[in-house]
């Protein structure tokens, strides 16, 4: 009854440290990115809404690495101080044994290994993507904020685009000069008089139109030249809808995504590695809930020092740095193919659980 007790205890004290973690590193997490999204505010004018929606997007692609960097939070804050207020000590006194103590730590790293895959494959990947497309859909909605009359603007929708003068506001161009690569064995230049950007948008659903005016069409092949003259000349930009039909980016891709890819025979040996890669590092995340929550519990529980409530976020941290330099190290090796990716990822999160036990077995004896 005792031992039911205490590991309710526990388990209950390490709920809040968990919900403040999560928020800790979310609100970390989106500082890193806080450069990013001030260029966005400023080059698209974004609304709150709006960016309120990129941010949930981002925080929700973070969470596959947020939920075990929250538990070793949780579980180091709890039982550092448990340790600094002599409760360990107290509990044991009366019979409890640490196996019991290390329980709730456990049952709740287990718990959250579950939910961090089903994260990893679904939730994570999906927010990752949204995050992707919404991107894409702000660029084709402000299309006139990457543009700079006067000078040549690169990457534009695969276009090099040039205009003596822009009105940013109507989307008016005048003297264009259009560089169109998207068929780089028929590249075409194209000169217009004026260019007009057209949008049919609606929360960012439309397409956009480049509708040129008086101007010339030229087509330079190796024993050939043309030259066409027109007087309205369209220009279609990517609608966001084909977004939709794009290869993925590795993040975005669910775990249906990548059995599919896996199942393809005329994969390259660089997308096979991918795949493989993302497959066996999205698992190992997942135990790595296990492993923090053990690590947790190792380091938390020590002598009694009241420094150790003080430095539990500062030792979270370190851990946490260490972690995460050798998995992405690790996912550099597998990608490179210079390691099978399942030796590689799995080498590294075997040897941290490894770590963890002999920290918890510490603690034991």
Known sequence: MRGRQAARYIFIEMLPGLILGVMVFIFILLMFQALRLTEFVLVHGLSIKTIVEMMGFMSISFLPAILPMSLLFAVLMTYGRLSSDSEIIAMRSVGLSM?????????LGTMLALVSAHTSFQVGPWGNRQFELLISK????KVTATLREGTFSEGFFDLVVYADQIDSKTGHMNKVFIYNERDEKMPVTIIAKEGQLVQVASDFEGKTTLHLKD??????LTDNYTKVDFVGYDIRMTS???DFTREKSPQSLTYQDIQDGLKQTNLTPERL???KTEFHKRWALSLTCLTFSLIGVGLGTVTNRRAVKSSGLVLCIGIIVLYWAFYVLSESLARQGTVAPW????????????????SVKRVWD
């Open 273 to 275: 590695r991918l795949l």
């Open 215 to 220: 101007g010339n069409i030229h087509r330079n």
């Open 240 to 242: 966001p809808t084909t």
């Open 138 to 141: 702000l660029a084709n909605s």
């Open 99 to 107: 196996s019991t103590l290390t329980l709730p730590a456990v049952i």
């Open 343 to 358: 030796l590689s990822i799995w080498g590294v999160a075997i040897t941290f659980l490894g770590i963890s036990v002999w």
